[in-house]
């Protein structure tokens, strides 16, 4: 490939916008490839702690890529996976010393979750399947791409949980006042709490839901058997 | 020259280099956010223990004013440490720095190693306030709180709770004003100043009975983990109190 024919390539070039636009639908980290189901299951029980989470996979999905890919000629094949498992620990730990120097309290919330943003699958594998074989600005773009994909379907999980479960959107009561012995709103007609929500079984029927609903709007989706 | 990426050598060189310079900007991190990190755990400990005192949010403490709010309540310098008989070990500033986490996590101490620190603190109205830290187990991890004394050593004037993996919407709720409000106003003591059991009950009696205090529904283990940890640091404490208002 001539640097000429790089230079013309507009930033957001078709091929690029796909790049973004793909694991937001078809191809989608959570729901069609059900790569970090874990951390699915787990912080997305407020809406909080899921738009935390997803901004630091975010991080550390771009600049994973980035840096891998800027160094893709350098990495020696034989301990390519251990070297992106460095960036991408090196990375986790930065996010996690920072949220708990800035943001102490969302950290103690999080808790061992940021830590273990390294064993989520999707960053490992968008470093090998595509930052080792392209060059950085694609790779950020494909970062980015994969980062939102995961956080929209974790936040989308977790307004579901937090609302039936808690009925609160980011904190704020949306049904009224469930405190017992001062119920206002729906509580006051009898309406309940969905404990069931709030337990982690909850998130993987939800994700089901979702993959379920996305299959059946898009047929090409359904694998044949 | 071009170098052969794939030689040995040159693996060996790239992992070196590598490793030492995250390392060295990882470690160049941590000791830089070292003193934001140990400012925002003691900040916590502080907001913690007013809590148990008062309504933080009301009286508009926060991180920011943590510090100096603080230092308006409690007298650090009249806190006092106990061992597990309740006898009087150590006093001032130091009862602040006890990890008493750390030390009931740690198998290898011995109970009579184990220091019990009480802070002393003056309200609003300028009564005397005493608390006490508490630690001990929920169903998924740690819990803690602090339990705060109105002048007579034995009236409970409130609580705070909180915990680190309890399951939300059930076992998490000890940390929720209408559960840590069931507390307030019950008494530790009998009438001879010796320390009497509370009991986190499912019936609804706590309402009445100022022995018991109605626990979370769903939330059973963490419940009895908060009651074992209130007994189990009450008992020490009640020791300490009865003396204290002998003399």
Known sequence: MSADKKSSEP???????????????????????VLGICSALAITV???????????????????????????????SRIRIIVQLLFVASLVIIVDQVLAAFLPDLSAKLSVFVGLIITNCI??????????????????LDGFGNGVGYGAILVLVAVFRELFGSGTLMGFPIFG????????????????????????????????????????????????? | MAINKESTGFTFGFAIVLVIILGVILASL????????????????????LSAMMDV??????????????????????????????????????????????????????????????????????????????????????????????????TIAGVSFDHKTETPGLGAEINKPFFMDRWKKSEISDSEGDFKKYEVVKDNSGTTDPSKVDGITGGTITSKGVEEMV????????????NRKSK
């Open chain 1, 177 to 225: 006042n469930s405190l017992p012995g001062s119920e206002s709103g729906l509580y006051q007609l009898g309406y309940q709490n969905n404990n069931l929500m709030i337990l982690p079984p909850m998130a993987l029927i939800i994700v089901g839901v979702i993959i379920w609903v996305q299959r059946a709007r898009n047929k090409a989706l359904i694998e044949e058997h």
């Open chain 1, 11 to 33: 930033l957001f070039s078709k091929k690029n916008k796909k790049l973004i636009t793909d694991p937001l639908t078809d191809n989608n980290p959570v729901t069609i490839q």
């Open chain 1, 123 to 140: 960053i490992m594998g968008r470093l090998e399947a595509f930052a080792m074989a392209n060059k950085p600005w694609p790779s950020v």
């Open chain 2, 57 to 154: 949010e009301e009286a508009n403490i926060d991180r920011s004013n943590a510090e100096t709010e603080f230092s308006k309540y409690v007298k650090l310098e009249e806190a006092v440490v106990l061992n597990k008989d309740g006898k009087e070990v150590g006093k001032g500033k130091s009862a602040f720095e006890i990890d008493i986490k750390k030390e009931f996590r740690d198998k290898t101490l011995e109970e009579k190693d184990k220091k019990f620190p009480l802070f002393i603190a003056k309200n609003k109205e300028g009564a005397s306030r005493f608390i006490i830290p508490v630690v001990g187990k929920g169903l998924w991890g740690p819990i803690w709180g602090y339990i705060c004394l109105e002048e007579d050593m034995n």
């Open chain 2, 231 to 242: 007994n189990r640091s009450l008992a020490i404490y009640t020791n300490y109190f009865k």
């Open chain 1, 46 to 76: 407020q809406v909080n702690q899921a738009i935390v989470m997803s901004l630091s996979v975010l991080f550390v999905i771009i600049m994973g890529n980035l840096i891998v890919s800027l160094l893709r000629n350098l990495i020696p």
């Open chain 2, 30 to 49: 941590a000791e830089g956010l070292k003193p934001m990190k140990e400012k925002n755990v003691r900040v916590k400990k502080q907001i913690d223990i």
